[in-house]
Antibody
């Protein structure tokens, strides 16, 4: 059974940084593209970033490009999202997800990031 | 404002069929057969229901079907059941610059 568990969320001040982690199990992690998708409170889904199996390709949504970095450690079956220069509008539940051809097959339970002074 | 346009809400009675539309442009839905649909219950993670316009993942009921015409994709749910009441989101590939776009979501109410 695919299991994705996000950690690292919490309250951070505007301009601050945070690193999210996603621990994967139940499937061959190194064989899959992976993504981060977020959802602001009461709002819709927004794609954040994705990363190829071997880290040779990463892509970002326009609102986070230049501030967020996606990475992975296949030896640890883990996905990361490094978030810098955080803004109030980055407040959201962040989900990690396995990624097929521009589809998100399996999702974690999500982790809340709150950016507020 | 979301890149793909969905109705904010739809409603239907048990046993009926409903269709949720998702309108994009020739740069996303109209140019790629990479539309997916997600079901989300309040406080829960989304679940993949349809991918590549018409395909259902293993375990998803055949009451859910997808289609596309031009720049508009559609999700049809037949034989509505009470537990179909949820939010539904469409998603499409949008090329090498924007990559992925979502719709704003549609709240389905089963009357």
């Amino acid at each position: 059974e695919v299991r994705l568990v996000e950690t690292g969320g919490g309250l951070v001040q505007p301009g601050g940084s945070l690193r999210l982690s996603c621990a994967a199990s139940g499937f061959p992690f190194s064989d899959y593209w992976m993504s981060w998708v977020r959802q602001a409170p009461g709002k819709g889904l927004e794609w954040v970033a994705n990363i190829k199996q071997d880290e040779t390709e990463q892509y970002y949504g326009g609102s986070v490009k230049g501030r967020f970095t996606i990475s992975r450690d296949n030896a640890k079956n883990s996905l990361y999202l490094h978030m810098n220069s955080l803004r109030v509008e980055d407040t959201a539940v962040y989900y990690c997800a396995t990624t097929g051809a521009v589809r998100f097959d399996s999702w974690g339970q999500g982790i809340l990031v709150t950016v507020s002074s | 404002q979301s890149a793909l346009t969905q109705p904010a809400s739809v409603a239907g009675s048990p046993g009926q069929s409903i269709t949720i539309s998702c309108t994009g442009t020739s740069s996303d839905i109209g140019n790629y057969n990479l539309v997916s649909w997600y079901q989300q219950y309040p406080g829960k993670a989304p679940k993949l229901m349809i991918f590549e316009v018409t395909k259902r993942p293993s375990g998803v009921s055949n009451r859910f079907s997808g289609s596309k015409s031009g720049n508009t994709a559609s999700l049809t749910i037949s034989g509505l059941q009470a537990d179909d009441e949820a939010d539904y989101y469409c998603c499409s590939y949008a090329g090498t610059t924007i990559h992925v776009v979502f719709g704003g979501g549609t709240k389905l109410t089963v009357l």
